[in-house]
């Protein structure tokens, strides 16, 4: 097979998230349409389709999905898969992720890093250092805070005392999410769903035991909301190990969704499929 996969977050205009824009969503969507034929999901587990396809997903459950992605999609007759964490349908709690995308657009680099180090323990502080790997999209501050959000302990603690000065989290919860009538619309509309794990954390860097109760709890509510779906899984923050992909087939997964940027070529390792970024793709074919 010659599949490709895409992972979208954020698509909104007038808005200081990183973003696509509603005009960069519909070119690139129409772009992907005349050179691959865009499937479901579903199709490539079940059909392991021969020529060059592409399937279009969403990761975090963001509400853009239902408002401004899918008119787009339907335009182009094209199916995409939303991964949605397992603790969004049964929490009304922003999740970290979202949490810190709200900080950043809201205050800027500078000032949540300010707010972050009157907060954390000094060990976690952010300072002034070279740019950390990983973080392609981002400046060298910028990079430090993430890294330091992704490696202290309970990142949670601090974002939450920040996250309240600014924002009330309910309100936020609701402009950012889908919520599940939304979820079945776009079901009736032939979008497919899969599971983002429970509370959107590195499966990769937990314990086996935690890492485990993480997906099985997503599992769950994934069940329970998406009866008919097919079992797939995008790991949050594209974070697994071996242990992961073992759990992951265990628990009858029909497919896992890495963020390793390579097109799907052999139909064995539908555990751990390579996906790229939109802007990867941008980056590639806008000139
Ligand atoms: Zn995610």
């Not at 969503?25 to 349409?33: A, C, D, H, I, K």
């Not at 810190?100 to 000032?111: N, P, Q, S, V, Y």
């Not at 989290?169 to 919520?179: M, Q, R, S, T, V």
Request: proline share 2%; hydrophobic share 35%.
């Amino acid at each position: 097979m010659e599949n490709i996969i895409i992972v979208y977050h954020y698509v909104r205009d007038k808005t200081n998230f990183k973003a696509f824009t509603t005009s960069q969503f519909r070119e690139q969507v129409s772009y992907l349409s005349k050179n691959y034929r865009i499937i479901g999901l579903s199709e490539l587990i079940e059909q392991k389709p021969r020529d060059k396809t592409c399937v279009i997903t969403f990761d975090d459950g963001i509400k853009d999905g239902f408002t401004n992605a899918l008119p787009i999609l339907e335009e182009h007759n094209a199916k995409a898969t939303f991964f949605i964490p397992g603790g969004i349908l049964t929490e009304k709690k922003v999740l970290n992720a979202q949490k810190r995308h709200l900080l950043l657009a809201k205050l800027g680099t500078e000032k949540f890093v300010e707010e972050f180090n009157s907060s954390a323990e000094s060990i976690f502080r952010v300072r002034e250092e070279s740019k950390k790997q990983g973080y392609q999209f981002d400046d060298a501050l910028t990079s430090n805070l993430k890294y330091m959000l992704d490696n202290m302990d309970n990142p949670e603690t601090v974002l939450t005392k920040i996250f309240g000065k600014y924002f009330n989290e309910e309100e936020e919860f609701e402009k950012i999410y889908l919520n599940k009538q939304e979820m079945k619309k776009m079901q009736g509309r032939n979008m497919e769903f899969g599971c983002h794990g429970y509370n959107h954390i590195w499966l990769g860097k937990l314990y086996f035991k935690d890492m485990k109760s993480d997906i099985e709890k997503g599992l769950a509510v994934f069940q329970e909301n998406f009866p008919d779906q097919i079992k797939t899984i995008s790991y949050p923050f594209g974070s697994y190990s071996p242990l992961t992909v073992r759990l992951a087939k265990e628990l009858g997964f029909k497919a896992g969704l890495t963020i390793e940027k390579r097109i799907n070529e052999n139909t064995e390792n539908m555990l751990e499929l390579g996906r790229f970024d939109c802007v990867d793709i941008l980056k590639k074919y806008s000139n």
